[in-house]
């Protein structure tokens, strides 16, 4: 994590010199000569200069923060189900309620954040509909199924941290 610099006034065609320690287990790492533009920039009140790619960073930063917080929030549900020694009945019980209350947006989040936020929430709603449609017939077919769900949103995390 870059720790904090307040703003410099940077005129166009000037250039700022600053540290920015990067560490990556990758084999790449920059040299003293690398240039890193930085082509937009995203300010904790929410507002932005510059663009990435024809569209505002801001909007992807948000949004990929909405789309992390769900599964994150999802896996804890995940993993209460997995310790819970219920039937099927009550298993599916814990994990409808556990995912039904998953909040669909939070005001003190930027509006990118919140549509993936909400739109995450369905897709999670939505893995543990097919599965109900599928009629599990006992507590294990839950267990494997809750599993197989943590190593998913274990992934889809990593990817979304890459």
Do not use: C
């Amino acid at each position: 994590m870059v720790p904090y610099m307040p703003p410099v006034a940077i005129s166009q065609g000037e250039s700022h010199t600053f540290d920015l320690p990067l560490t990556s287990a990758r084999v790449w790492s920059p040299e003293p000569l690398d240039v890193i533009e930085i082509d937009s920039i995203l300010w904790e009140d929410g507002t932005h200069n510059g663009t990435h790619g024809g569209i505002t960073l801001g909007f992807g930063i948000a949004a990929d923060g909405g789309r992390r917080l769900q599964p994150q929030r999802a896996l804890q549900v995940l993993h209460m189900a997995e310790h819970n020694r219920g039937n099927t009945t009550a298993l599916l019980s814990v994990l409808r309620q556990g995912f039904t209350a998953l909040p669909e947006s939070d005001e003190t989040r930027l509006e990118a954040a919140r549509q993936s936020m909400r739109a995450m929430r369905t897709t999670i709603l939505r893995d543990l509909d097919g599965f109900e449609r599928s009629l599990p017939r006992d507590a294990a077919a839950v267990r494997a199924w809750i599993q197989i769900t943590i190593d998913k949103y274990d992934d889809w995390l990593k990817r979304l941290a890459a």
